[in-house]
Nanobody, 125 residues
């Protein structure tokens, strides 16, 4: 069974940090583009950051540039999202998705069916 399971969310203060993990099972993330998406109540999910595991290309939406870093560990079949300098507007449920044969920018702009439960990130003082 193909699965992507998100973890690492929680409550953080403004200016704090969290690291999200997206663990794949049932398949390997080689040659995939993996993206992180934020969903807030009443809105469609939006792409935050995407990475290509084949060539290392990365994409960040403007609101997270300089604060978030996406990375992958193929040996662990996991993609990470390091979130620093968190802001209240980063609050939401974060999902990951994996697709082949797309650019990192297209991945972050596409609509996806999410396989995992997501992980809640709450930034509040």
């Amino acid at each position: 069974q193909l699965q992507l399971v998100e973890s690492g969310g929680g409550l953080a203060q403004p200016g704090g940090s969290l690291r999200l993990s997206c663990l794949a099972s049932g398949f390997t993330l080689d040659n995939y583009v993996i993206g992180w998406f934020q969903q807030v109540p009443g809105k469609e999910p939006e792409g935050v950051s995407c990475i290509s595991t084949s060539d290392g290309k990365k994409f960040y939406t403007d609101s997270v540039k300089g604060r978030f870093t996406i990375s992958n560990d193929n040996a662990k079949n996991t993609v990470y999202l390091q979130m620093n300098s968190l802001k209240p507007e980063d609050t939401g449920v974060y999902y990951c998705a994996a697709v082949r044969r797309v650019t990192v920018q297209a991945m972050c702009l596409m609509t996806h069916d999410f396989w995992g439960p997501g992980t809640q990130v709450t930034v509040s003082s």
